[in-house]
């Protein structure tokens, strides 16, 4: 492997010269604009059968109430009662998944970003058995961790808990806030945090009004990930709530369709609602993204 | 992704960083550095204990929240744990009888079965449709990227709302998709998808397949964009276009990110229970019924917490051999 690897950057640099000039309508060619038209036609085509299920879902949110035997194709006279039954039933539902998920981030950010520090930046004996454990817990089912904490929560009353949920939920966003943290500030300049430790700032003074404020990008990645996990958690709400006490939207929405649903509008109202806060991430996020990617080589 | 590239990263940076160390080092401790006294031996050992401090309160949590559960269902496993248990406090020691009992079962036969081909299907349908996505849009039009992201949709809903959307979808008598065909005349009467024992299966690996493309899209992409575009320039010189610079060209290159897709993806697939339970329930008969919600059945329906353990713990062990199986790919990426 690597000798093919040798002679493909032999190659690569020989013509990297004159690559350029001849770079042929081939592949990434620049066609005629019209074919390239085409192409993008045909994507949104192939977005349009991808994001079917998700016009679906608004679709038949937005039909009237009871026992309509056909969805209409399009939403032509828009019905709110979905909605309404949705709120009634399913707010407070909403209101418990939002203050669990906000805890969780708040928890794995306060757990995670040390943690990268730490990883990243300082040679801790020990880093690469850290690591290796968060790979290796990315390959635990979540099934395992539910059965034994369950036990675990019963003897501790932390079922029925929020707390218990943002505990449980927040071995969702940790591992990966961990990594993706950690891969930026891989790429901090060292130099700051060391002149600033010169300067007699001590660890938690240099962590907290140098690397946080510097790490500010892949912070809010990690935040608004772990936000999205712990709201589609599904198997520690499913598993660690006996009662009606503490219950995320997502465990309402299975116990919707639980039964035989005779009200799709609002079950799927209340899906719309559950939805939102991974469409704005697909808004809002594009910029953290990018910047998590590309910040680590900003000086 | 993330997963590997760290890892390939990790190593790259570690040398840079210890370079810079040992030149900030000698700059700002030259004494301790050329003759280590006992005090600035004792500083470097508090110094240490500093840094450790920012990592512990992450491994205190991995350890409570990863590494008790696996030790705890291991326990768990050769204990007969009911709900008894919860009143009682007493969990009797039954040695290998849970792992007799589950593995010999009809059930798990069946389990084993609809784990093989849930996984199986799905992968390779994720796949094959994400590789060709890549593919397609590796090409230069306009709106490339936008449409691009927002094909990730599918794969950041709530799995919950992805299996209640296809439920109404796949609906026997009103659903979107028997409407479709019944209208096309392909079927007259309505498909039972979700609850035929024949179907059901297809069903639930079509939508796993429908919300795994994003990802296998996403990383492909990735990995054909790291390929040079000299090769295929240099390639194509050669007559190799088409089907034979991907057969030459493509698929060498993107061996590595190809194995950790699929080995990912398995050990993703191998632990889905939100979409089946969401879906199917496992049912009708037992006929969407995997490893997984075996497993979440008898411990949280049947109370057999016991057993729920003993088939937990095969799942983790043929999540192992495919985490093994993951690790030296990706090792093998970095080292190439």
Redesign the interface.
Request: no cysteine.
């Given at each position: 492997m690597t000798t093919t690897k040798i002679t493909i950057r032999r190659s690569a640099t020989a013509t990297s010269g004159s690559g350029r000039a001849l770079n042929g309508p081939r592949l990434k060619g620049s066609g005629p604009e019209r074919k390239k038209w085409g192409y993008t036609v045909l994507a949104v085509f192939f977005l349009a059968i991808m994001l079917f299920p998700v016009y679906w879902m608004i679709n038949a949110s937005l039909q009237p109430n009871g026992t309509t035997l056909e969805t209409s194709w399009l939403p032509l006279k828009p019905d709110f009662t979905g909605y309404a039954t949705a709120v009634s039933e399913q707010g407070g539902n909403l209101v418990t998944s939002l203050v669990i998920s906000l805890g969780s981030v708040v928890l794995s950010l306060a757990i995670a970003a040390p943690a990268a520090y730490a990883l990243a930046y300082f040679k801790v004996k020990g880093a690469g058995v850290v690591l290796f454990a968060i790979l290796i817990s990315q390959m635990i089912p979540g099934i395992v961790v539910a059965n034994a904490l369950y036990t675990a929560y019963n003897d501790l009353g932390l079922l029925n808990s929020v707390p218990g949920l943002i505990l449980a939920d927040s071995a969702h966003g940790i591992p990966f806030a961990i990594l993706i943290i950690r891969a930026f500030m891989n790429g901090m300049p060292a130099s700051v945090i060391e002149a600033a430790r010169v300067d007699g700032a001590g660890h938690l003074r240099a962590f907290w009004s140098i690397v946080v404020p510097l790490s500010r990008n892949s912070l809010i990645t990690a935040g608004l990930f772990t936000f999205l996990f712990t709201w589609s958690d599904f198997l520690f709400a499913l598993t660690l709530t006996t009662t009606e006490a503490v219950r995320p939207v997502t465990l309402g929405i299975f116990q919707y369709i639980g039964a035989y649903v005779n009200d799709w509008s609002s079950v799927m109202a209340t899906a719309v609602l559950a939805s939102i806060p991974a469409i704005i991430l697909l808004v809002a996020a594009q910029k953290y993204i990018a910047a998590g990617t590309t910040g680590g080589a900003v000086k | 992704m993330?997963?590997t590239?760290?890892l390939a990263?990790?190593k790259s940076?570690?040398n840079i960083?210890?370079k810079?160390?040992a030149k900030?080092g000698s700059e700002?401790t030259p004494a301790g550095e050329a003759s280590p006294s006992p005090r600035s031996r004792r500083r470097k050992h508090r110094e240490?204990i500093?840094?450790?401090?920012?990592?512990v309160?992450?491994?205190i949590?991995?350890a409570l929240?990863?590494?008790?559960?696996?030790v705890?269902?291991i326990v768990?496993s050769f204990q007969d744990?009911t709900t008894a248990?919860?009143f009682t406090g007493e969990a009797p020691w039954v040695g290998l009888a849970n792992y007799a009992k589950v593995l010999s079962s009809s059930l798990f036969s069946t389990s084993l079965v609809n784990t093989a081909l849930f996984t199986l299907g799905s992968i390779a349908g994720q796949f094959v449709i994400g590789l060709a996505?890549a593919i397609?849009?590796?090409?230069?039009?306009?709106?490339?990227g936008i449409?691009?992201?927002?094909?990730?949709?599918?794969w950041?809903?709530?799995?919950?709302?992805?299996?209640?959307?296809?439920?109404?979808?796949l609906d026997k008598?009103?659903g979107?998709l028997n409407?479709f065909l019944g209208g096309l005349h392909i079927v007259d009467t309505g498909i039972p998808w979700l609850t035929s024992t024949s179907l059901a299966l297809i069903a639930v690996v079509g939508v796993n397949i429908?919300i795994g493309?994003p990802f296998n899209l996403t990383i492909l992409y990735g990995g054909l964009q790291e390929i040079?575009?000299?090769?295929?320039?240099?390639g194509?010189l050669d007559g190799a276009?088409g089907w034979k610079?991907f057969r030459h060209i493509t698929w060498?290159?993107l061996r590595p990110v190809v194995s950790v897709v699929l080995v990912l993806g398995v050990?993703y697939t191998?632990?889905v229970?939100?979409i089946i339970?969401?879906l199917t329930?496992g049912g009708p008969a037992n006929s969407t019924q995997t490893i997984?919600t075996q497993?979440?059945d008898l411990?949280?329906h049947e109370f057999k917490?016991g057993e729920?353990?003993a088939l937990?713990?095969v799942?983790?062990v043929i999540?192992?051999v495919?985490?093994v199986l993951?690790?030296r790919a990706s090792r093998?990426s970095v080292d190439?």
């Amino acid at each position: 492997m690597t000798t093919t690897k040798i002679t493909i950057r032999r190659s690569a640099t020989a013509t990297s010269g004159s690559g350029r000039a001849l770079n042929g309508p081939r592949l990434k060619g620049s066609g005629p604009e019209r074919k390239k038209w085409g192409y993008t036609v045909l994507a949104v085509f192939f977005l349009a059968i991808m994001l079917f299920p998700v016009y679906w879902m608004i679709n038949a949110s937005l039909q009237p109430n009871g026992t309509t035997l056909e969805t209409s194709w399009l939403p032509l006279k828009p019905d709110f009662t979905g909605y309404a039954t949705a709120v009634s039933e399913q707010g407070g539902n909403l209101v418990t998944s939002l203050v669990i998920s906000l805890g969780s981030v708040v928890l794995s950010l306060a757990i995670a970003a040390p943690a990268a520090y730490a990883l990243a930046y300082f040679k801790v004996k020990g880093a690469g058995v850290v690591l290796f454990a968060i790979l290796i817990s990315q390959m635990i089912p979540g099934i395992v961790v539910a059965n034994a904490l369950y036990t675990a929560y019963n003897d501790l009353g932390l079922l029925n808990s929020v707390p218990g949920l943002i505990l449980a939920d927040s071995a969702h966003g940790i591992p990966f806030a961990i990594l993706i943290i950690r891969a930026f500030m891989n790429g901090m300049p060292a130099s700051v945090i060391e002149a600033a430790r010169v300067d007699g700032a001590g660890h938690l003074r240099a962590f907290w009004s140098i690397v946080v404020p510097l790490s500010r990008n892949s912070l809010i990645t990690a935040g608004l990930f772990t936000f999205l996990f712990t709201w589609s958690d599904f198997l520690f709400a499913l598993t660690l709530t006996t009662t009606e006490a503490v219950r995320p939207v997502t465990l309402g929405i299975f116990q919707y369709i639980g039964a035989y649903v005779n009200d799709w509008s609002s079950v799927m109202a209340t899906a719309v609602l559950a939805s939102i806060p991974a469409i704005i991430l697909l808004v809002a996020a594009q910029k953290y993204i990018a910047a998590g990617t590309t910040g680590g080589a900003v000086k | 992704m993330s997963l590997t590239t760290d890892l390939a990263q990790a190593k790259s940076r570690a040398n840079i960083r210890a370079k810079a160390r040992a030149k900030s080092g000698s700059e700002t401790t030259p004494a301790g550095e050329a003759s280590p006294s006992p005090r600035s031996r004792r500083r470097k050992h508090r110094e240490r204990i500093y840094q450790w401090l920012f990592l512990v309160p992450a491994v205190i949590y991995m350890a409570l929240f990863f590494g008790y559960p696996v030790v705890k269902n291991i326990v768990m496993s050769f204990q007969d744990y009911t709900t008894a248990t919860f009143f009682t406090g007493e969990a009797p020691w039954v040695g290998l009888a849970n792992y007799a009992k589950v593995l010999s079962s009809s059930l798990f036969s069946t389990s084993l079965v609809n784990t093989a081909l849930f996984t199986l299907g799905s992968i390779a349908g994720q796949f094959v449709i994400g590789l060709a996505l890549a593919i397609f849009f590796q090409r230069k039009f306009p709106l490339n990227g936008i449409l691009r992201s927002l094909l990730l949709l599918p794969w950041l809903l709530p799995l919950i709302v992805s299996s209640a959307v296809w439920r109404w979808i796949l609906d026997k008598d009103s659903g979107a998709l028997n409407r479709f065909l019944g209208g096309l005349h392909i079927v007259d009467t309505g498909i039972p998808w979700l609850t035929s024992t024949s179907l059901a299966l297809i069903a639930v690996v079509g939508v796993n397949i429908w919300i795994g493309i994003p990802f296998n899209l996403t990383i492909l992409y990735g990995g054909l964009q790291e390929i040079p575009d000299e090769l295929y320039e240099a390639g194509s010189l050669d007559g190799a276009t088409g089907w034979k610079a991907f057969r030459h060209i493509t698929w060498p290159m993107l061996r590595p990110v190809v194995s950790v897709v699929l080995v990912l993806g398995v050990v993703y697939t191998l632990k889905v229970l939100d979409i089946i339970l969401g879906l199917t329930n496992g049912g009708p008969a037992n006929s969407t019924q995997t490893i997984a919600t075996q497993s979440y059945d008898l411990s949280f329906h049947e109370f057999k917490f016991g057993e729920g353990a003993a088939l937990g713990n095969v799942l983790v062990v043929i999540s192992l051999v495919f985490a093994v199986l993951y690790l030296r790919a990706s090792r093998r990426s970095v080292d190439e």
